[in-house]
């Protein structure tokens, strides 16, 4: 029969414990930092973005993390004891509410950056257009008027 009694804790520095938790967080985030900007994200622009970006879902997990604890798992406790729900160090994270949080978070951070889905644009010479597929600093847009050109990015304005 198996019994499980694995130790949550991978280490102490002096009195403060690492949980194998926090570390699979940390790792995460930072192997996805580094994998995104060495191998996805060619465009500058876009490395800067994702730099900020980071650090909106850091606390989109954390919050999120923890909130969803509080109301899913435990919620009669902490609504008798309010003041415990920042205390993350005492335990309590919840993968779905990270999910949740890293949602709310990128929806916070793209209207921040006035990032939309939406691929249509506005290009001074040729006007209305919409990208179909964009490289590090140029792009194929499909012009109502001109049809397909190549244009350089910097040079489109995004249209909401």
Known sequence: MFINDFNPVAFNILSLEIRWYSLSYIF???F????CKQ???????YKRLFDDYITYLIFGIIIGGRIGYVVIYNFDYYFNNPLEIP???KGGMSFHGAVIGIIIATYLFSNKSNISSNNNVFHKKYGNGVIINAESD???VKFQK???????IKYLIPKT
């Open 138 to 140: 140029t792009a194929e």
């Open 32 to 35: 996805g930092w580094f994998y």
């Open 146 to 152: 001109f049809g397909i050109k190549k244009v350089y």
């Open 39 to 45: 191998k996805l994200i060619s465009n500058d622009i």
């Open 87 to 89: 205390m993350i160090w």
């Open 28 to 30: 995460g985030i930072f």
